[in-house]
């Protein structure tokens, strides 16, 4: 069933932050990891939704959220790529502000896995955007997750791991032209 869609941005963030925070946990309910809990999250829906460029979009079936997507292009000089492993060469990780959206997140609610939701999700947020490429992390954990992205033109650049509390990502990129 195709979704619809409502897009926000920084002036409507604080709409849709319990929104938000409800449908992460719906989607990692079960995970005993201390990364996946709401407070953690908390911290990532607030620094992302204020960062300049942030653009969201929610899927609805019908009148019900069925899951999200968002992020933001990435600043010039922005550590993105700092601890990606193997190294990149200097200019593939040169930021213009304007070169690169980062997918911050892309999760739906457990009830609509596998139906094509999130490739809907996905597909809209990046529909309109101007950027030469998007960029995601994936936990390495999930290699079927990986695929997904891989079928969607996403390409493996290496591995990170930003937070000391945060899993292994496998780094992905996918051009946008």
Do not use: N
Not at 133 to 157: C, G, K, S
């Amino acid at each position: 069933m195709p979704l619809t869609f409502r897009h926000h941005d920084t002036h409507t963030a604080a709409d849709i932050r319990t929104l938000l925070l409800d449908i992460h946990d719906d989607a990692y309910a079960g995970s005993m990891s201390p990364f996946d809990t709401r407070e953690r999250f908390v911290e990532f829906v607030d620094l992302w939704s204020t960062r300049p460029g942030w653009a969201c979009v929610v899927g609805y079936d019908d009148t019900t959220p069925v899951g999200y997507a968002y992020g933001a292009p990435l600043a010039t000089g922005s550590p993105w790529w700092s601890d990606v492993h193997p190294l990149l060469a200097g200019d593939f990780t040169r930021e213009t502000g304007r070169r690169t959206f980062a997918l911050s997140e892309l999760m739906v609610t457990r009830d609509r896995r596998g139906t094509g939701a999130a490739a809907q999700i996905h597909d809209e947020l990046l529909r309109h955007r101007q950027e030469e490429r998007a960029t995601l992390a994936v936990d390495a954990a999930h290699p079927r997750v990986r695929a997904l992205y891989e079928r969607w033109r996403y390409t493996h650049v290496g591995q990170s791991k930003p937070f000391d509390d945060s899993p292994l990502f496998d780094i992905m990129i996918r051009d946008l032209s």
